[in-house]
């Protein structure tokens, strides 16, 4: 059991290595003249390819929801002349159509054998900026292009007394800010957006003359309380120029008409119901907490 392994005895039959042989010359040459074969025909049949009428680009298909901003794309891809569709440059076409102002985002694809797609998405104006003559303007900044008169009766109207020659990058993105904080309720409610003040946004609502001081926050919230307390504090204290709701604890105003010798000073809060202070300007107010 506790054996070992012995090599038996004898002179063991050693295994010499043997050399493999070298291959042949003609071999050699066989496989060069295959190969050289196989690409004088990969590029023939490439160089055919390249020639074929059947792969040359005979319809453009656009698709995009709005058909005005189909139409620009059309305008902006008519008359190019495609070629063959395995050399075109799809991000080339990409860039053409994306330098449309109108357009968002697009996706460029080759459909075999002779079709390219166009797939857009549109952008959409979301105010009116009056600099000097009035253009669209979209949600992220992008000027569109000349307003037309009716676009006034839909969208929201941009001014600044300076005609925006400063700040305007910043009251731009301020303006854009508070439309979007209004959702689309009231965005389509929104008249004018005066940004004279770059701190201090007025909002002004279509029918109604009264403009709303809303600084640079909050802008749903103080909008919101005005149109809440508007029917309530008309009724108790007449029309109004302005409304200033900037502040958390109390709201001025400014009354339409010059108040009466008499009419003491106003102070109201969103939160509880107008109460009368003591003879003040009518431009100023004091805290609900000061009054007696």
């Known amino acids: 059991m506790n054996e070992r392994f012995q090599r038996g005895e004898g002179t063991g039959r050693v295994m010499k290595p043997r050399l493999k042989s070298s291959p042949r010359p003609a071999l050699i040459v066989l496989g060069l003249g295959a190969m050289v074969l196989l690409f004088f025909g990969v590029y023939e049949l490439y160089s055919f390819l390249l020639t074929w009428d059947d792969l040359a680009i005979s319809s453009v298909e656009i698709r995009c929801p709005d058909p005005a901003v189909k139409a620009r794309i059309e305008a902006v891809l008519a008359g190019t002349s495609w070629g063959n569709i395995l050399v075109l440059d799809a991000a080339k076409v990409k860039a053409r159509v994306e330098a449309c102002p109108w357009v968002a985002a697009s996706r460029v694809r080759k459909i075999f054998p002779s079709t390219l797609r ?6 959409r104006p979301a105010a009116i900026l009056e600099q000097g003559a009035p253009f669209l303007i979209a949600r992220d900044n992008v000027v569109l ?12 109207r941009l001014v600044d007394e300076s005609r925006f020659a400063a700040d305007r990058e910043d009251k731009l993105a301020l303006a854009l800010a508070c439309l979007a904080a209004l959702g689309p309720d009231l965005r389509e409610r929104a008249e004018i957006v005066d940004l004279t003040d770059p701190g201090d946004l ?57 108040a009466p010798a008499q009419a003491p000073g106003l102070a109201v809060s969103p939160e509880t119901a107008p109460v009368l202070g003591t003879p003040r300007p009518a431009e100023a107010a004091l805290p609900p907490k000061e009054q007696r």
């Open 202 to 258: 007025v909002l002004t609502f279509r029918g109604d003359p009264t403009r709303l001081k809303l600084g640079g926050e909050l802008f749903f919230e103080r909008a919101g309380a005005w149109l809440k307390n508007k029917d309530r504090w008309i009724e108790s204290f007449g029309a109004m120029e302005y409304v200033d709701l900037r502040f958390s604890d109390r709201t001025i105003f400014k009354p339409a008409l010059p």
């Open 118 to 123: 166009v797939e857009a998405a549109p952008r």
């Open 145 to 156: 292009g000349p307003a037309a008169p009716d676009d006034a009766l839909r969208l929201p």
